[in-house]
C-alpha cells in the first residue's frame, strides 16, 4: 500500500529534462502564465528566466505617478491616441508634461528584465494607434533598425453604397481628382504620417528593451486590434544597440526644436519616399467592397540612388508580400493595387 501511495505521489514532470521543459515554457510564451510558473517550484523558478520566446501583453502600463491614469486606461493607449487626433495634433505645439513611457513603474523593459535569455519577443498593445472615422481601416507594417527602414500602409474605407462619396470628391477639384471615394490625396498622405508616426513611436518605446535584451534576435511589436505592426529582425536589432536612447535624444535635439512634444517621444523618421496606389471602388473575391482603396509603399531615401521603374515595383511586391502575405483580403487587395498607376511623394525627415 506504501509503494502505491509512492507511486500516485511521484511527478512525471520532475522526470523531464530541462530542455523539454523549456520546450514547453517557450510554447505556453505568455509572460504573465511565466512568470506564475516560477512560483511552482524551485526548478521552475530557475528555467523560466532562459525561456527564449515570450509574449509580454500589455493591459496597462503605470507610470511612477499613477493618480492621472487611475480610470483603468492604459497608458501607452492614452500616449499614442493623444498622437492623431487630427492633422492639427501632428504640428501643433503640445506642452504637458507626461512621463517617458520606458521610465513608467511597470515598463516592458523592467518586466522583462526577470529574462536573460530571450530570442524572439513579441509585446502586444492594447488598441491601434489611429483615431479614425467610422468605417474607416488602416493596417500598416513597418521595419526598423536604428531608424525606420520601411513601411507598408493599406487603408480603405468599407462601402455602404458609396455613391454620394464618389461624386463629392470627383468633382472636388485640385489634389483630390484621380484619387477618387475616401477621402482624396490630403487624407491620404494624413493615414500615411499618422502611421509613420506610430510607428515612430512604438520603437522609440522599445529602445532600452533592445539594449538591455542582448540575445534578442526578433522583435515584434504589435496590437489586439491588428492595426499596426513594428518589426526589428536580427540586423536591426544590432543597429539598435548601436544607438542608445540618450544618443537618439541628442540626435533629434540637432533636427527639432523643444517646443513640440510629438517630436520628442518617437525616433526621427529619415527622409522617405512614398510611392502611392489607388482604386476608387475594389470588390473582392468575397464579395467585400473597399472604397478608396490605397497602398502606400515607404523607403527612406537612401544616398540619392535611383532604381528604376521595374526595381522599384519587384521592391514593392516583396514588402507587401511581406506585410500581408498571410493575411486573406488584406493580402488580395494589396495585390490588386500593386498592379495599379502609382503616385510618387517625397517627405524630409521628421
Same mark, same amino acid.
Given at each position: 500500500?506504501?509503494?502505491?501511495?509512492?507511486?500516485?505521489?511521484?511527478?512525471?514532470?520532475?522526470?523531464?529534462?530541462?530542455?523539454?521543459? %523549456?520546450?514547453?515554457?517557450?510554447?505556453?510564451? *505568455?509572460?504573465?502564465?511565466?512568470?506564475?510558473?516560477?512560483?511552482?517550484?524551485?526548478? &521552475?523558478?530557475?528555467?523560466?528566466?532562459?525561456?527564449?520566446?515570450?509574449?509580454?501583453?500589455? *493591459?496597462?502600463?503605470?507610470?511612477?505617478?499613477?493618480?492621472?491614469?487611475?480610470?483603468?486606461? !492604459? &497608458?501607452?493607449?492614452?500616449?499614442?491616441?493623444?498622437?492623431?487626433? !487630427?492633422?492639427?495634433?501632428?504640428?501643433?505645439?503640445?506642452? !504637458?508634461?507626461?512621463?517617458?513611457?520606458?521610465?513608467?513603474?511597470?515598463?516592458?523593459? $523592467?518586466?522583462?528584465?526577470?529574462?536573460?535569455?530571450?530570442?524572439? %519577443?513579441?509585446?502586444?498593445?492594447?488598441?491601434?494607434?489611429?483615431?479614425?472615422?467610422?468605417?474607416?481601416?488602416?493596417?500598416?507594417?513597418?521595419?526598423?533598425?536604428?531608424?525606420?527602414?520601411?513601411?507598408?500602409?493599406? #487603408?480603405?474605407?468599407?462601402?455602404?453604397?458609396?455613391?454620394?462619396?464618389?461624386? =463629392?470628391?470627383?468633382?472636388?477639384?485640385?489634389?483630390?481628382?484621380?484619387?477618387?471615394?475616401?477621402? #482624396?490625396?490630403?487624407?491620404?498622405?494624413?493615414?500615411?504620417?499618422?502611421?509613420?508616426?506610430?510607428?515612430?513611436?512604438? @520603437?522609440?518605446?522599445?529602445? =532600452?528593451?533592445?539594449?538591455?535584451?542582448? @540575445?534578442?534576435?526578433?522583435?515584434?511589436?504589435? *496590437?489586439?486590434?491588428?492595426?499596426?505592426?513594428?518589426?526589428? =529582425?536580427?540586423? #536591426?536589432? $544590432?543597429?539598435?544597440?548601436?544607438?542608445?536612447?540618450?544618443?537618439?535624444?541628442?540626435?533629434?535635439?540637432?533636427?527639432?526644436?523643444?517646443?513640440?512634444?510629438?517630436?520628442?517621444?518617437?525616433?526621427?523618421?529619415?527622409?522617405?519616399? +512614398?510611392? +502611392?496606389? @489607388?482604386?476608387?471602388?475594389?470588390? %473582392?473575391?468575397?464579395? +467585400?467592397?473597399?472604397?478608396?482603396?490605397?497602398?502606400?509603399?515607404?523607403?527612406?531615401?537612401?544616398?540619392?540612388?535611383?532604381?528604376?521603374? +521595374?526595381?522599384?515595383?519587384? #521592391?514593392?511586391?516583396?514588402?507587401?508580400?511581406?506585410?500581408?502575405?498571410?493575411?486573406?483580403?488584406?493580402?488580395?487587395?494589396?495585390?490588386?493595387?500593386?498592379?495599379?498607376? !502609382?503616385?510618387?511623394?517625397?517627405?524630409?525627415?521628421?
Amino acid at each position: 500500500m506504501a509503494y502505491l501511495l509512492n507511486e500516485s505521489e511521484f511527478d512525471c514532470f520532475d522526470s523531464l529534462p530541462d530542455p523539454i521543459v %523549456l520546450l514547453i515554457f517557450n510554447n505556453i510564451s *505568455d509572460i504573465k502564465s511565466l512568470i506564475r510558473c516560477r512560483s511552482v517550484s524551485k526548478r &521552475f523558478n530557475s528555467l523560466v528566466p532562459q525561456t527564449d520566446s515570450v509574449l509580454l501583453r500589455v *493591459d496597462r502600463v503605470i507610470s511612477a505617478s499613477d493618480s492621472e491614469f487611475d480610470d483603468g486606461v !492604459s &497608458f501607452v493607449f492614452k500616449l499614442f491616441k493623444s498622437l492623431f487626433k !487630427s492633422v492639427q495634433d501632428i504640428i501643433s505645439p503640445y506642452r !504637458s508634461s507626461l512621463p517617458d513611457p520606458t521610465r513608467s513603474q511597470k515598463s516592458p523593459t $523592467q518586466i522583462l528584465r526577470g529574462f536573460d535569455g530571450i530570442k524572439n %519577443l513579441r509585446i502586444e498593445l492594447p488598441s491601434g494607434d489611429l483615431r479614425l472615422e467610422n468605417g474607416t481601416t488602416i493596417k500598416w507594417v513597418a521595419r526598423f533598425g536604428k531608424t525606420l527602414k520601411s513601411c507598408v500602409i493599406l #487603408g480603405f474605407k468599407n462601402s455602404g453604397t458609396g455613391l454620394e462619396e464618389m461624386v =463629392d470628391f470627383n468633382n472636388n477639384g485640385g489634389a483630390d481628382v484621380g484619387l477618387g471615394a475616401g477621402g #482624396g490625396l490630403k487624407m491620404r498622405v494624413v493615414w500615411t504620417i499618422s502611421a509613420l508616426i506610430a510607428a515612430s513611436a512604438r @520603437h522609440y518605446m522599445m529602445l =532600452d528593451v533592445i539594449s538591455e535584451q542582448n @540575445h534578442l534576435t526578433n522583435l515584434i511589436v504589435n *496590437d489586439r486590434e491588428n492595426e499596426g505592426t513594428v518589426i526589428v =529582425d536580427k540586423d #536591426g536589432l $544590432q543597429e539598435g544597440r548601436n544607438l542608445s536612447v540618450q544618443e537618439e535624444k541628442n540626435e533629434r535635439s540637432n533636427v527639432t526644436d523643444g517646443g513640440f512634444w510629438w517630436r520628442t517621444n518617437r525616433t526621427t523618421v529619415p527622409a522617405v519616399r +512614398m510611392r +502611392m496606389r @489607388h482604386e476608387a471602388r475594389m470588390e %473582392l473575391s468575397g464579395g +467585400m467592397i473597399m472604397e478608396g482603396a490605397t497602398l502606400v509603399v515607404v523607403r527612406p531615401v537612401s544616398g540619392g540612388v535611383e532604381r528604376n521603374e +521595374m526595381e522599384e515595383q519587384s #521592391g514593392d511586391i516583396e514588402l507587401a508580400a511581406e506585410a500581408f502575405g498571410q493575411e486573406g483580403i488584406y493580402a488580395e487587395a494589396a495585390e490588386r493595387l500593386l498592379k495599379s498607376r !502609382s503616385y510618387i511623394l517625397e517627405m524630409n525627415s521628421f
